[in-house]
């Protein structure tokens, strides 16, 4: 299993462009959340989904946009990106729907806006 | 939410146990102790979890006060590979919820 891969690694915008994180897994994981992680402040859950066509906010979902069409992809969409939203992006899947179980973690995205 | 207090940095030498402490004074009755490290520049890790009995997996053993207010983290035989910031994050079983990951403890495992 190649388990939560993430593209690109690395992403440059400039201010007011639009770009889609990709997340993909291969475990079946109902549950698939997105998290920046930002120097001093740890992770913060941006969006989360419990199953295929279901979506909800996290902390701090604004700016952002998900779907999840299938089980396997999470794509997070910055609809027009903002400097404030320069961070390092982590996806994560877990089994079952709550996320309570062991969640895996991507290797991240380190976006930098302009 | 709850919220857990780490010590800033610990030193291991390797070989020797590593015994990483958490406060949780607020722990809720549905909350569980979450534990998880992240190495420099990947994501997080997860190593193990508990409610109320002791833990043990491949990775480690989590330890948890019979009031539930502390608990602490045992790598038995720390590696150089375990140099890690390490989590130590109170979560209830509820979607939605988010892992919230505090400064952790920064350990550096030694030879």
């Known amino acids: 299993n190649a388990g939560v891969t993430q593209t690109p690694k690395f992403q440059v915008l400039k201010t007011g462009q639009s770009m889609t994180l990709q997340c993909a897994q291969d475990?079946?994981?109902?549950?698939m959340s997105w998290y920046r992680q930002d120097p001093g402040m740890g992770l913060r859950l941006i969006h989360y989904s419990v199953g295929a066509g279901i979506t909800d906010q996290g902390e701090v979902p604004n700016g952002y946009n998900v779907s999840r069409s299938t089980t396997e992809d999470f794509p997070l969409r910055l609809l027009s990106a903002a400097p404030s939203q320069t961070s390092v992006y982590f996806c994560?899947?877990?089994?079952?729907?709550?996320?309570?179980?062991?969640?895996?973690f991507g290797p991240g995205t380190r976006l930098t806006v302009l | 939410d709850a919220k857990t207090t780490q010590p800033t940095s610990m030193d291991c030498a390797e070989g020797r146990a590593a015994n990483l402490p958490c406060n949780h004074s607020t722990i809720s009755g549905n909350e569980y102790v979450y534990w998880y490290r992240q190495i420099h520049s990947q994501g997080p890790q997860y190593i193990i979890h508990g409610l109320k009995n002791n833990e043990t997996n491949e990775m480690a053993s989590l330890i948890i006060t019979e009031d539930r207010k502390s608990s602490t983290l045992i790598l038995p035989h720390a590696t150089l590979r375990d140099t890690a910031v390490y989590y130590c994050?109170?979560?209830?079983?509820?979607?939605?919820?988010?892992?919230?990951f505090g400064k952790g403890t920064t350990l550096s495992v030694s030879s």
């Open positions: 994560a899947s877990s089994p079952g729907t709550s996320g309570y179980n062991e969640q895996f």
């Open positions: 994050i109170v979560r209830p079983n509820q979607a939605g919820t988010a892992l919230i």
């Open positions: 475990m079946n994981h109902e549950y």
